[in-house]
């Protein structure tokens, strides 16, 4: 409960699973020898979420405030009545037809593009971190740390099967960038109109089973087929590279 406002707010607290401790008094300590990692994470939690505070981009939620205490970083951000996409589809049928899903997600592409040009690459694009508030439009979560999106020993991941690109599970020898994003946005877009879950990319580098339906590739506008086609190519350097490039391709056809 926020007193300054007398409203209720979440907060969001930096713990990295593994490598983090919860003492009596509820101050977090580093388990010995991953102080790096956990002061490297730290960096970026709070520069990141100082990066969102008033942002004007209308499909994120913003941060109100950064604060350190007891050894960790805590966010604070609005309270907002939303489920997720997941969950709105599984009250809607499972699917959404290009005319209903385009105005929902026009709004939410720029978001990324702003996001990307504040130096911020998602990596969690997914059914369950895209929301859908009561108002009917839809607000990003999941912002968080780079090393949370990308597999490596040293830290846990959380990715999203289906939806995360062959480079974060450290397969194609890249790092995270804006063609990470397009990939997730474009297989939640598959997901959304085809009604099922992509392959995951994992299984896609051995054997690409990617295939769209008949009657939706009859039904879908041919820029929209070419769009999600260009920005799910496992291979990051054969792969749309920027949100921008992206959103031409799906919404004016310019391949």
């Known amino acids: 409960w926020d007193n300054s406002s007398d409203t209720a707010v979440h ?11 919860r003492n009596p008094d509820k101050t977090v300590s580093v388990i010995t020898g991953n102080e790096f990692v956990f002061n490297e994470g730290l960096i970026d939690f709070i520069e990141i979420n100082k990066r969102l505070i008033a942002t004007e981009l209308q499909a994120v939620i913003p941060v109100l405030t950064v604060f350190e205490e007891n050894g960790t970083a805590y966010a604070v951000t609005p309270v907002i009545s939303v489920i997720t996409l997941q969950s709105f589809l599984d009250r809607n049928g499972g699917s959404l037809r290009w005319e209903q899903a385009r105005p929902l997600f026009l709004p939410l592409i720029d978001t990324v593009k ?26 990003l979560a999941g912002i968080c740390i780079p090393r949370l999106r990308m597999a490596s020993a040293d830290s846990p991941a959380e990715l999203y099967n289906g939806y995360a690109a062959s480079e974060q599970y450290g397969k194609s020898g890249v790092a995270l960038g804006a063609y990470t994003d397009v990939y997730a946005l474009s297989a939640t877009l598959f997901r959304v109109l085809i009604g099922t879950v992509p392959p995951s990319s994992e299984t896609r580098l051995s054997s690409d089973s990617l295939s769209i339906p008949a009657h939706f590739a009859d039904e879908l506008p041919r820029q929209v087929l070419v769009a999600i086609a260009n920005g799910m190519q496992v291979d990051p350097h054969k792969r749309t590279d920027s949100i921008e490039t992206f959103k031409n391709e799906l919404v004016y056809g310019e391949t």
């Open 114 to 139: 702003g996001l990307h040009e504040m130096g911020i690459i998602h990596g969690g694009i997914s059914p369950e971190t895209v929301m859908v508030g009561r108002d009917g439009k839809l607000r």
């Open 11 to 21: 907060i969001k607290e930096y713990y990295p699973k593994g490598i983090s401790v």
